[in-house]
Structure formats: structure tokens, C-alpha cells
């Protein structure tokens, strides 16, 4: 404007006086006039610089933060492949089952110094976080197990999922209202328990995720299918921490079609040599 053009020849404090570099700029420029009639033209001209270069320099901010975007989302990939090359999923798993996971006749592993008994939170913490990376793809309002080894990898799913935890309890309480019961067949202390839940906590409005230790015949499994049927629920998945792929329930349950996620798959058990052989997961 007028008075900027003015006050940049004469070195003067325009209105707003908020603009002493643009000043002493106008005036550098001013200084290129031959006369004062061209006081205006040159002014106008830095004016004209001075946007051109604010737009480059947007320009370039916007350009240079992409790019460091683009390398940081590519370093972070390739480190990620690097940790996944060199660190298998779940090899911590696979590696404490082989140091303190004891094999039993009859097909039975005992991993009762860090799943089952005493807890190993830490590792808890990092099987939990996979299986909610494998189910990341679904939308789930409620985690379920049976009591009492699922509870503590179902809790911690929860937890990360930010959802409510919900068991299937092996004693019936006289106090339970609106209950749903289902037999399920023990693999380890061979007998029948009834197990339920209250209608109450299991709806049909519920997308439910399935976490246990085990998965060996699919006992506890089939009976909770058979639970969240009877509530009218969706089961959305299910997720295990130790899948024994010689017994039957991996395969009858991923013929039904949902989507099941072991954490580690023992295809193979020697309780006399004590070996255990692994299947290879990517
Ligand atoms: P399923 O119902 O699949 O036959 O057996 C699963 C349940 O049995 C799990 O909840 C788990 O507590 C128990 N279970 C099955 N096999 C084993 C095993 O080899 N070791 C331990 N500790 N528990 C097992």
C-alpha cells in the first residue's frame, strides 16, 4: 500500500508497525530507483519476491516433510522385516516352551513355570499383543475364555483391545441369573464339567474373541461355540497361546471356518526323549 511504500523509502515506522524486515527490505530496494517515481515499482517488486519466495518456502516445507515421511515409513518397514527375519513370532514362546516346557505321557506338555501356574507377565504381555495384531482385521466387543488357565492371556487381550474380559465358569452359582450352560469334556483331568456364563454378559450383540492356553482336542473350543450360539453372539475368532497339531481340535475347527491363531504349533511330542518339534509358522 501507499503508506508501506512510503514509509520503506524513508526508513519510516509504517501502519501496522509490525513489519520492521519487510521495511528494511523496501528500503534496500527503494535504493535501486532512479527517481521517485520509481520508489513504487521497486517496492512493488519486493513485494512481489517476498510472496513468490513465502509460496517456495512452502513449498518446500510441505516437500521436505513428505519425503522425511516417506524415509522414515521405509526405514521403519525394513527394520521391521529385518526383526521379523531375524526373530521369528512368537520365538520367545517357542524358545521358553524348549528350556522349561516338560513333556508328559499321553501328550501332554507341562508349561506350568510360566503359563499356567507361575506367570511370566512379561511374555504374557508380548503373546497378547501378537494375538491382537492377528485379529487386528475385526471388530470385537468382548473377549471369553474358561476358567481357569485362559484367564490370564484373555485378560491381557482385553486389556490391549480395551474390552471386557468375560469366563466360563466350571462351578454353577446358585446367584448366577440368566444362565447359559454347555458341557465340555477335559483333555487333562479327563472328566465333564458343565460350564456357563450369564445371558446377562454374553448377547447377541456381542463380537466375541476366544482366548485360551491350549488347544488340544477343542473341547473347550466347541463348547464355547456351543455358549455363544446359545446367546446369539458372533464369534469373531479364536486364539491360543500352545496349538498340540497332533491332536484333532486345530483341524476340526479351522474346517469350520473361523479364524484360528496359535501362538506356537507342536506337531510333535516325545515325553521320553523329552523333544519337541515345532511346525514352521510365517
Ligand atoms: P481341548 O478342550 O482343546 O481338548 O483342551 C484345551 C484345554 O485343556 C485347555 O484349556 C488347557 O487348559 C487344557 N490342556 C490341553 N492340553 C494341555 C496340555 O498339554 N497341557 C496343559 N497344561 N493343559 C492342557
Redesign the pocket.
Known sequence: CGEFIVSAHKLDVGHPPGAPFFMLLGHFFSLFASDTAHVAMCVNALSALASAFTILFLFLTMFVSVCCQCVMTSVKNRLYLYIVINNPPMKELKDRILSDGRC?PG??????NF??HQMDPALMREMSLELVRRFSGHKINKVIT?E???IAPAIMVGFYLNVPVLFAKKKTPSTMENMLTTE?????KERTYTVCVSGDYLTKDDHVLFI????????????IIDLINKAGATLEGMGFL?E?GF?M?GRSIRRMGYQLESLSIIDAMDAESGTITFREQN
Request: net charge negative; no cysteine; aromatic share 12%.
Open positions: 508328559f501328550g501332554i506338555l507341562k508349561v506350568d503359563i499356567n474358561v481357569a488357565s485362559g465340555i469334556y477335559s483333555f487333562t485360551d492356553d491350549f488347544l488340544a482336542n477343542g473341547n473347550a473350543a466347541l463348547g500352545i498340540k491332536q481340535g
